[in-house]
């Protein structure tokens, strides 16, 4: 069975990620998206809000072989645990390689027998980051069409509060 590993704070996970996700189903019999659970970042969602919300997401999206997961430590040490061989990223621009490359500089050093494959971001979603979603919301701009709709309530009620 081919696993996949997609990695990311998705905080929030925004319609620019399911694009990437979308991408990647159909090479693999099983995509994980693993959220990040990292105290030093600081995030707006919780971990376990922001698994919620990808649940969410797969339901709406009817995303029969993908599963949410949760990890911290190292990203290849979750991904050889739940069994992949490939690490999913999406790339937007230039400035998203040379970070790229840092950490597939890492995760090969570590573990070089986990590959990571990349899939352009659609050029309609080329700017929008979980970044610009929180900037726009927490400013009181629509937040319409950057994150899953089963997800853009809850987000945007999140957001105006802070
Ligand atoms: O969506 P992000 O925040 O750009 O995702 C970054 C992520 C989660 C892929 C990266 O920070 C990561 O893998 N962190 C786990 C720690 C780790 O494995 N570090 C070594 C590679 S940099």
Redesign the pocket.
């Known amino acids: 069975m081919k696993i996949g590993v997609y990695?990311?704070?998705?905080d929030p996970f925004t319609v620019g990620h399911l694009d990437v996700l979308k991408s990647a189903v159909s090479l693999f019999d099983l995509v994980y998206v693993a959220v990040?659970n990292?105290s030093e970042?600081d995030p707006v969602f919780t971990a376990a809000e922001r698994v919620d919300m990808i649940d969410r997401m797969i339901e709406a999206e009817g995303l029969q072989n993908v599963r949410s997961g949760m990890f911290d430590?190292?990203?290849?040490r979750y991904a050889a645990q739940v069994g992949a061989s490939h690490i999913i990223?999406g790339l937007r621009a230039i400035t998203d390689f040379e970070?790229e490359f840092?950490?597939d500089a890492?995760?090969r050093h570590?573990m070089n027998e986990i590959r990571t494959v990349y899939f352009m971001a659609s050029p309609s979603h080329s700017f929008l980051s979980s970044s610009k979603v929180k900037e726009i919301g927490r400013f009181g701009g629509s937040i319409e069409g950057l994150v899953p709709p089963c997800n853009e309530n809850f987000i945007r009620e999140r957001l105006a509060r802070q």
């Open positions: 990695p990311g704070s998705f990040l990292n970042k430590g190292l990203l290849v990223r970070y840092q950490i890492v995760n570590l």
